[in-house]
């Protein structure tokens, strides 16, 4: 690289304008992260220690759930526990006793809130010695409302799954340090992606990066506990989601990993170059990629003449909000600011860059991030700049829309299949749904009027 490059690339990076704020942070428990680890980790079962708070919310939070047996349970702590008169370590034994009997997990994760973490809980001194008197493994993920957004709870567990040691041997070294070459794959070092995704996703970036010649070494969360990848030193990892930094350090310093820095896969173009991104570090040039992108472009050109020079705001909830902005600028929107209740520059810097060279392309200046935003002044621009949509949390949408605006819960991000290739089409049915719903207003309330004249 040039001195002169050097530098253009600096100032280029300098535009970004990021502010903070004071706010609270809006945003739903990290406890919720149980809603869809308990499904993805299908061997596991999830135990939440605290208040009949927490019970509350996970109650109505996922009770429309019930029915489906889920894998999670409630352990409320009574006054006797905060008074630290009973003894913990008999009553967690009873309790997991009880949830090995009856649903036969392979893991149980104990999931700690704000009063564990304010009563100083030793959840870590107990797991250790009660998994070896019970013969099972347990897990502790402190996934409390001390984090800055609900989905960091997921990366609390895959944090905690990260620091567990190899359960199987390695059958000999040059499995450890090489992928075996063969037809379809070329030789590389062990590549493991983390972050939760349904399997259909996971089957879907898996075969994406089958076609370049590269093999996933594992994913983590795998489906089941006893499947989670082998991790050695010197293995290549990859995240899936903007949202999982202690994941990421965890793998690095801990299980002395090497992280890919790549853009996420969330559209056509963040997957392109999440792919073309792992292929460089293998030393593979990718194919057909640029012809993917295109169709994929192509297939979504309805959608995209709806939203084309519509203009968007985001409030702030999940840490996804960098990632769909990017998307949805190149797709043809205008984004007013990107609310974010959380920055982590590092782990997102690839993110960062592709929002950069995207507002490039399209001619439109870099949109202002806030990190940790005050929504009294959010709800002040928001009237001034008059967004054709604002993503915004469960709290603030029913308010936002008495006044006139177009809201989308940020949370259904969060759980619809948003990643790779073929699922971008999924982010614009979301994001055009009150457009489209709008529209079709616009037309009853016009026939009616005709009706009368």
């Known amino acids: 690289m040039t001195i002169k490059q050097d530098i253009n690339d600096k100032n280029l990076k300098e535009q970004i ?36 708070t927490c019970g509350y919310f996970l109650q109505n939070a996922l009770g429309v759930m019930i029915f489906a047996e889920p894998r999670y349970a409630m352990a409320e702590l009574e006054e006797g526990d905060i008074s630290a008169q009973l003894n913990d370590y008999e009553e967690l034994k009873r309790l997991c006793l009880q949830i090995k009997r009856d649903r036969n997990p392979s893991v149980i994760f104990w999931i700690g809130t704000c009063t564990t973490e304010i009563i100083k809980m030793d959840l870590e001194g107990i797991a250790p010695k009660l998994e070896a008197e019970i013969s099972l493994p347990i897990v502790v993920a402190r996934a409390n409302g001390l ?24 059958k000999s070294l040059q499995e450890k340090k090489t992928v075996p070459n ?30 370049q ?23 290549y990892v990859c995240g899936v989601n903007p949202y999982l930094s202690r994941t990421a350090t965890t793998l690095m310093r801990r299980r002395k990993c090497k992280l890919i820095g790549a853009p996420f896969p969330i559209g056509p173009d963040g997957t392109r170059a999440w792919i ?4 460089t570090v293998f030393n593979i040039q990718p194919q057909g990629l640029e012809e993917r992108e295109i169709e994929i472009w192509k297939k979504m050109k309805n ?12 409030m702030g909830d999940n840490l996804l909000e960098i990632s769909l902005a990017r998307f949805l600028i190149r797709a043809g929107m205008i984004v007013f600011e990107i609310g974010i209740p959380y920055m982590d520059k590092r782990y997102q810097g690839a993110e960062l860059d592709l929002l950069q060279k995207t507002c490039k392309i399209k001619n439109l200046p870099l949109p202002i991030i806030i990190e940790k935003p005050d929504n009294y002044n959010q709800v002040d621009r928001i009237r001034d700049m008059k967004p054709d949509l604002v993503i915004t949390g469960m709290a603030h949408a029913n308010p936002l829309e008495a006044r006139g605006i177009n809201t ?23 994001v055009t749904r009150p457009l489209r719903r709008n529209q079709k207003l616009e037309k009853i309330g016009s026939q009616q009027y005709t009706d009368r004249r």
């Open 17 to 52: 304008n990021f502010e903070c704020e004071t706010g609270n942070y809006h945003t739903f428990c990290p406890i919720s992260c149980v809603a869809w680890l308990y499904q993805k980790i299908e061997d596991s079962f999830f135990l939440v220690i605290g208040t009949k």
């Open 147 to 170: 984090d800055y957004a609900f989905t960091q709870g997921e990366d609390t567990v895959l944090a905690a799954l990260a620091q567990r040691p190899n359960v199987k041997q390695i």
């Open 182 to 211: 063969n037809q379809d794959y070329v030789e590389h070092v062990p590549l493991i992606l983390f972050g939760s995704i349904p399997d259909p996703v996971v089957n879907q970036l898996t075969l994406e990066l089958k076609k």
């Open 213 to 235: 010649g590269i093999r996933v070494f594992g994913w983590l969360p795998s489906k089941r506990y006893t499947e989670l990848p082998q991790i050695y030193e010197g293995n």
């Open 276 to 279: 073309t991104k792992i292929c």
């Open 303 to 314: 959608y995209l003449n709806l939203i084309n020079g519509k203009s968007v705001f985001f």
């Open 408 to 430: 989308k819960w940020s949370v259904e991000f969060t759980f619809a299949q948003i990643h790779g290739f073929t699922n971008a089409i999924e982010i614009l049915e979301l």
